[in-house]
């Protein structure tokens, strides 16, 4: 027996009211309610994304769905790091 993980997607979902809280439970793993700042992020399968937002726009009283950047985010910050360093040879090259 192996265990496999699943490729799931957080996404951060903007209520207009907090009653449609208790529906999303169905469409995925609800992780974060915000009652004051109205918003709730939902963590769904990958190959299931594009239906289930879909599905979760419909409700009525979500404002929008967005697709939380997270997983394409570089943790060592790599990319991040070499623009600096040319931002500041470009800074050094002005003076």
């Known amino acids: 027996m192996s265990f496999e993980p699943t490729a799931r997607r957080p996404l951060v979902v903007h209520l ?14 609800l992780v974060y309610v915000s009652h004051r700042m109205h918003y709730a992020i939902i963590y769904i399968d ?32 790599k990319q991040l790091r070499q623009e600096m360093a040319v931002q500041q040879n470009e800074e050094d090259d002005v003076k």
């Not at 907090?18 to 169905?26: A, G, I, P």
């Not at 419909?58 to 404002?63: Q, Y």
């Open 46 to 77: 990958e190959g299931q994304l594009d239906s289930t937002i879909e599905k979760i726009k419909k409700l009525r009283t979500v404002g929008k769905v967005v697709k939380s950047a997270w997983p394409e985010l570089d943790p060592e910050l």
């Open 16 to 29: 207009r009211s907090t009653r449609v809280v208790r529906s999303l439970r169905h469409y995925g793993n």
